[in-house]
């Protein structure tokens, strides 16, 4: 059996490692380049995005690679599933368990989880991200899923 990754593996291996990374560079430019500084619960959208990022690149160069391309849609996928919950506090169709403020590093204020930073058609960033990460975790699945056939590189 050969260790090369397929076409639609490699495809998998690409999109697990640009959308959490993609992700996160727009989540510190709409902080540092935009002032939309995150609360408590926008932080907890980033943490399986590193983790993600970090399990992308291991799939880079250590076996298994399906395992590890596969982790990684599961940590995008956490990520969306906690950027569902917090779309949920911002458009209070739930509360959160916790006080869900965090203080703005450059200012005294608290940025609130319950209160969207920005919205675009009424989408807020946690709804963006719930949106792309649970349809880049599905789309990454359906990729390893598909099983083509495995390309001439023998160092998977």
Known sequence: MSN??????????????????????????????FGLFPCEMCWWQRYPHFVAVALAIVSYVAPPKRAWIALAALAVAVSGAIGVFHAGVEYRWWESP?????????????????????TL????????????????AVAIWLLLLARDKPTGD???
Request: proline share 4%.
């Open 4 to 33: 090369a990754l397929s076409t639609s593996d490699r495809h998998a291996q690409r999109l697990a490692l640009a959308v959490p990374a993609l992700l996160l560079a727009g989540a510190y430019i709409s902080e540092y380049g």
């Open 98 to 118: 916790l006080g869900c403020t965090a203080s703005d590093p450059f200012s005294l204020e608290f940025v609130r989880c319950d209160e969207p930073a920005w």
């Open 121 to 136: 058609m009424g989408i807020s960033l946690a709804g963006f991200n719930a949106m792309l990460s649970i349809g880049s």
């Open 154 to 156: 023998r160092t998977a």
